[in-house]
């Protein structure tokens, strides 16, 4: 398929189809809906897009190079669609209209259908004191490109203390992202030798370590084994760099104080701030509130959201959006005909648990957080594997960037989630 990539001038005022954020939801769901000849346009300011399942891999010391993360978003538009490089700050739904930033000044485009795929907002400033120390002294993060590259600096400096590793009560992205790095850098204390020096520490604001009973109980006990001390209901409130403090908020409102001599931390997300304070917002946390089953949302029938900016009740992975993007695609050109919408997402997600090199938890599960799990018919998921983990780190990249967000996953995956095919052609370009 050859990708026309255009930058169109806001003044073209309406479109037919309007998709909102070019991550991995909006350029799945382009993809699939200019395989069906429809246009529209993709309205996204970053100049590039991230396979941000890589951080974790690049900030664990397991690849180099962070930039084998991005491609240029302008070679990513799928036939079809134009690119709108600008921010949105506003959503009008019910005069359907978003509202736009150029140069300082207010442009408007109209939809007849609006896609939302805007993914989550990392909020920094919630933790007091960390936007500022993140990236500098001991303080890491794998969910930003700016800073990923110094994680795996800062576990090989570690010598001993207290190695912190702390999760927020708020959805994230890829909810296991967060232990992912602690099991590597643990591993990285033993292979120093200097494992007996050094106290792992994992703080969650969640009320178990891994939201599927079924995982959690594997996960519990590896922390088990490997003596890192797992304290849940305890959320990071705030980073005192000078003193090396993480100040954490129990359940009961209580703070406590740690040394930290390295500290990796996952901040606090939620809705982008032109959804939340648009008529789209659910009533929790200002998601775009959708039905989910059918994506389609629940007052607005033209509007639709998919990936991490739906209130769908999903772990919010790539995986998930696998199986979420050809539901929104599939239901939108069913409302377009007038039919009834007959495409179900079953809230299908899969986390790759990294523990170790050479080893991988593969966690699969669906709304109902039990297991779904695609190689369960030879292996027990649960545990770990080493094909698992040459999946997360060698076949998933290339099926990412040549399948997933080009439209092409059922091509080159089954139906139950096997790859099938490794053929991709040659990158598409301008």
Request: one cysteine or more; a positive charge; glycine letters at 8%.
């Amino acid at each position: 398929m050859h990708v026309r990539t255009f930058t169109t001038s806001v003044e073209e005022q309406h479109h037919k189809i309007v998709i909102i954020g070019g991550g991995t939801g909006g350029l799945a769901v382009a993809s699939k809906l200019g395989q069906a000849s429809e246009t529209g346009v993709i309205i996204d300011p970053a100049k590039y897009h991230f396979y941000q399942p890589g951080w974790t891999l690049v900030g664990g010391g397991i690849h180099t190079d962070k930039k084998e993360t991005r491609k240029k978003m302008e070679n990513l538009i799928p036939q079809g669609f134009k690119l709108v490089d600008k921010r949105v700050t506003q959503i009008k739904p019910d005069q359907n209209y978003v509202v736009l930033e150029e140069d300082g000044k207010e442009k408007v485009i109209k939809y007849d259908y609006l896609v939302v795929a805007a993914g989550a907002q990392i909020n920094w400033d919630s933790v007091e004191g960390l936007a500022d120390a993140v990236g500098k002294g001991a303080v890491a993060t794998n969910y930003s490109y700016d800073h990923v590259d110094k994680t795996w600096e800062f576990v090989n400096n570690v010598t001993g203390g207290n190695a912190i590793f702390t999760q927020p009560s708020t959805p994230v992205k890829c909810a296991g992202a967060p232990q992912k790095i602690m099991y590597l850098a643990e591993e990285q204390f033993r292979k120093k030798d200097i494992r007996n020096n050094v106290n792992v520490k994992f703080f969650s604001g969640m009320g178990a370590i891994f939201s599927s009973p079924h995982y959690a109980k594997e996960l519990t006990e590896i922390c088990k084994q490997r003596e890192i001390e797992v304290n849940l209901q305890h959320n990071l409130v705030a980073i005192r760099p000078d003193v090396r403090q993480a100040v954490f908020k129990s359940a009961d409102g209580k703070e406590h104080v740690e040394k930290y001599d390295f500290i990796h931390v996952t901040p606090p997300m939620g809705p982008p701030n032109f959804i939340k304070n648009s008529a789209l917002a659910d009533s929790t946390m200002g998601w775009v509130e959708v039905n989910k089953e059918t994506c389609q949302h629940v007052r607005y029938p033209n509007v639709f959201a998919v990936g991490d900016c739906s209130s769908a009740p999903k772990s919010r992975t790539a995986a998930a959006i696998s199986q979420e993007a050809p539901v929104v695609a599939g239901n939108l050109l069913e409302l377009m005909k007038g039919r009834q919408l007959t495409n179900k997402y079953t809230g299908y997600s899969s986390c790759p648990l990294i523990t170790g090199r050479g080893k991988l938890i593969l966690a699969e599960f669906d709304y109902s957080l039990k297991p779904k799990e695609t190689f369960g018919f030879f292996a027990d998921q649960s545990k770990e594997h080493w094909w698992a983990y040459f999946l997360k780190t060698t076949i998933m990249p290339p099926l990412y960037w040549y399948g997933l967000i080009r439209g092409y996953w059922n091509d080159l995956v089954s139906s139950k989630g096997v790859p099938v095919v490794y053929a991709p052609q040659a990158p598409h370009t301008k």
